[in-house]
């Protein structure tokens, strides 16, 4: 199938129009990554898809991840071989489709005093992990002495160091892949609508498609569809409930916060996966200007669309990085931002949270809805794969169609796709000299190409303008103006948060910019007085959630 270009020259209303006039092979609820794989691996193969998410693209859990591809170490001690060697191998596979979303990222691995791992068997642990998912190469682990684990990261607490591993994995965007997801589905013929709740679904002995309402204009709309499919991911048990049809296995939900710090109060050399004193482990990642520490994984019952960051939960995280390393010393006032998500596990009686599977289900209605639910960011693809190969063979035995196998293996996510993890390095390291003779921070260079590819260029040249030279301002006006016109970028929300992770790993610049891009987006869309006041009231919610610590969670 030949691709188009993704919703640019697209309306609001051209899309509205064809949700409410065509009939879909299938019709997905859901832009989170599971969903939006979903549709790219259906639209790839020739079904006719249409998608609609009640709030933007990656909303969820798709942006609150720990943000790696990775193939998850820990399910090796519950023995869950399968898992390991699926996202394992799985990251390989993103890692050529996106080399700019799944840069290596080499991580320690310390092996202390009663801890989880010991030396043997972490590389006995490691070696399989490896083997599992196929690596090769300067990537393979090395054990390391105590010496040399202390030389790599000398942040590490030497009184209780023995040694450690030493091994690769990925880091990534998870919302920013999220949206490459969904452009590429829309330029194979998907056609995809964020802030569109699906309030109720049309029946008549099967499910035909669902009415749903634009949460941006209140109007309500009839999408017809062959199969409807939830990927809702929190509220796929919502939706099996709205639609009568929730029986058996359930949703667990889980939540995880993150913390950032800037990173010269934390400033680790390395990725360190590394032992809490409750027999978890956590992750304490540097990420350009910042370096940011979690998850905790604790039972879920509140509010489901305001998910924050207690203050038990921010003392929980920063104990865990003041014993593993001791010489930091960080208090609550070096916290610059935190993120919260939820999991969607599926429950199993008896077990923690954080021994729950994080294997996908896929569960099958009497009267025709599809929901998938569980999993991890990685495995997207795959997931993505069983549930179009199950409507596959159902529109066959129903309609007598035929659609190919999966091609998403060989489909890479952007226009003219980095050729490899070096040509991303080369190209920062090119834009990071041109951004310093401007006077710009170099830190912009890592941070526009790991974001948006090699489209980066053309934000930079509309940036530069007339004159030639550019500026931080100039270059988020640019940015703004990309995400409007080419990722269907609705609100300032969606801005600061999804498109550009702003709002985590860089709030100074939401707070410095962000009048200036209500101003902007308001003429793009010719927004209300009022619409300008409900955009300015959300950013400064978002930003005081991003920055306080509440006593308990909403319920």
């Not at 030389?151 to 030493?166: F, N, T, V």
């Not at 709205?242 to 939540?255: A, C, P, Q, V, Y």
């Not at 990722?487 to 860089?506: I, P």
């Not at 959300?538 to 610590?549: K, P, S």
Request: glycine share 8%; proline share 3%.
């Amino acid at each position: 199938m030949m691709e188009k270009a993704p919703f640019s020259g697209l309306s609001r209303q051209d899309i509205v129009e064809s949700l409410n006039n065509e009939s879909f092979d299938l019709l997905i609820i859901g832009g989170g990554v599971t969903g939006c794989g979903i549709a790219l691996d259906a639209a790839s193969r020739g079904l006719k898809v249409g998608l609609v998410e009640k709030k933007d693209f990656a909303s969820g859990t798709s942006s609150k991840s720990t943000k790696l591809i990775h193939g998850g170490l820990r399910y090796l001690k519950q023995f869950d071989v399968g898992l390991v060697r699926e996202t394992g191998q799985e990251r390989a596979v993103l890692n050529k489709l996106a080399p700019h979303l799944a840069l290596p990222e080499k991580m320690l691995l310390p092996i202390v005093e009663d801890g989880t791992f010991g030396k043997y068997s972490a590389s006995f642990g490691l070696w399989v992990y490896d083997f599992l998912a196929g690596v090769s190469g300067k990537d393979k682990r090395v054990m390391l002495t105590k010496e040399e684990a202390l030389e790599k990261e000398p942040l590490l607490d030497e009184k209780i160091l023995k040694s450690a591993g030493y091994y690769a994995e990925y880091r990534t965007d998870d919302a920013r892949l999220t949206i490459e997801l969904i452009k590429k589905a829309v330029s194979f013929g998907a056609v995809a609508l964020n802030y569109c709740e699906v309030v109720d679904f049309i029946e008549e002995d099967v499910i035909q498609g669902v009415i749903a309402k634009d949460r941006l204009n209140g109007e309500t709309y009839h999408i017809k569809a062959s199969k409807v499919v939830s990927a809702a991911g929190p509220w796929v048990d919502t939706l099996r409930k709205m639609n009568e049809s929730l029986k058996g296995k359930r949703l667990h939900l889980t939540k995880g916060v993150h913390l950032v710090f800037p990173h010269e109060k934390l400033p680790l050399n390395h990725s360190v996966y590394f032992d809490v004193p409750d027999g978890r482990m956590i992750f304490a990642i540097p990420r350009g200007r910042a370096t940011y520490v979690g998850t905790t994984d604790t039972n879920y019952t509140g509010d489901l669309n305001r998910i924050v960051a207690t203050k038990a939960d921010r003392e929980y995280l920063i104990n865990a990085v003041n014993g593993a390393f001791p010489d930091v010393n960080l208090t609550e006032d070096d916290v610059e931002s935190n993120w919260s998500g939820l999991r969607p596990l599926i429950h199993e009686d008896g077990k923690s949270p954080s021994e729950l599977s994080r294997k996908d289900e896929i569960f099958q209605s009497e009267n025709g809805l599809i929901s998938i639910a569980g999993g991890k960011l990685t495995g997207y693809r795959k997931m993505a794969e069983k549930v179009i190969d199950l409507i596959a063979d159902l529109l066959k035995d129903e309609k007598g169609i035929e659609f190919s196998d999966a091609k998403t293996k060989t489909i890479g996510l952007t226009n003219a796709p980095f050729k490899s993890n070096k040509e991303v390095t080369d190209y920062i390291k090119k834009l990071s000299d041109e951004f310093v003779s401007e006077g710009i921070n170099p830190y912009y260079a890592w941070y526009i190409v790991t974001n948006y590819g090699k489209d980066c260029l053309d934000i930079i040249n509309e940036a530069k303008g007339e004159n030639g030279t550019i500026s931080e301002q100039e270059l988020i006006f640019a940015e703004v103006n990309h995400c409007i016109t080419k990722e269907q970028t609705m609100t300032v929300e969606d801005f600061f948060v999804r498109r550009t992770g702003r709002l985590y790993f860089n709030i100074k610049s939401v707070i410095d910019y962000k009048e200036e891009v209500v101003k902007l987006m308001a003429e793009k869309y010719a927004w209300s007085e009022e619409r300008v006041a409900q955009e300015t009231e959300n950013i400064n919610m978002l930003i005081q959630d991003a920055t306080t610590y509440y006593d308990e969670e909403f319920s």
